[in-house]
């Protein structure tokens, strides 16, 4: 079945750092993917998603690029925020389900 | 357009106890979806729905029941609770297959 591997966590950087979370999938068929975030005591939220290889999606300061040929979707950013410490969960949906499959999930922690 | 609300925010529970999740959504999503969220486990889907009338099992579904009367309303219901269902639970919906999912606040229980 379908799949998401994300890096273990946690990671920690200090305020501008360059990030970087990888994030590899399985899936049988043309998936769309999707970077979550989530801050302490919420839900989920949509950070950015591309719906087709070479696709990059890109929100504050976030970027991933949908690679079919390596199978991945990394999440990056030049410069990480104290603001930006939370959770980030990689997900993909497929084409055949009418569900999401997540990654475990990475939590960062960026200190001043 | 309050998106997607769950109720209630917090709940204790005793080992054999019943309870109902409730779960809204204002956008008119036929899919609908209860996931559980344990540390280090990322998010489990336990069932989902792809419009009113119509259920099925996600991962999890043991000790779980549901129900889709509306498009609106999708209650998830402990039939006899367990310390195994200590967890956060978080209510999500989307317009269909490989959209963006938007996720409630989250219900935290825990079943002494």
């Known amino acids: 079945g379908d799949s998401v591997t994300q890096m273990e966590g946690p990671v920690t950087l200090s305020e501008e750092a360059f990030l970087t979370i990888n994030c590899t999938y399985t899936a049988t068929g043309y998936p769309s993917l999707f970077w979550y975030v989530q801050y302490p005591g919420e839900g989920l939220q949509l950070l950015l998603k591309?719906?087709?290889?070479?696709d990059k999606g890109s929100n504050k300061g976030f970027e991933a690029t949908y690679r079919k040929e390596t199978t991945s979707f990394h999440l990056e950013k030049g410069s990480v925020q104290v603001s930006d410490s939370a959770v980030y969960f990689c997900a993909l949906s497929d084409n055949y389900g009418q569900n999401f499959v997540f990654g475990p999930g990475t939590r960062l922690s960026v200190l001043p | 357009n309050a998106g997607v609300t769950q109720t209630p925010k917090f709940q204790v529970l005793k080992t054999g106890q019943s309870m109902t999740l409730q779960c809204a959504q204002d956008m008119n999503h036929e899919y609908m979806s209860w996931y559980r969220q344990d540390p280090g486990m990322g998010l489990r889907l336990i069932h989902y729905?792809?419009?009113?009338?119509?259920?099925d099992q996600g991962e999890v579904p043991n000790g779980y029941n549901v129900s889709r009367s509306t498009t609106e309303d999708f209650p998830l219901r402990l039939l006899s609770a367990a310390p195994s269902q200590t967890s956060v639970y978080f209510c999500a919906s989307t317009q269909g297959v490989q959209e963006t999912q938007y996720f409630g606040p989250g219900t935290r229980l825990l079943v002494l």
């Open positions: 729905s792809v419009g009113a009338g119509i259920t």
């Open positions: 591309a719906t087709k290889a070479d």
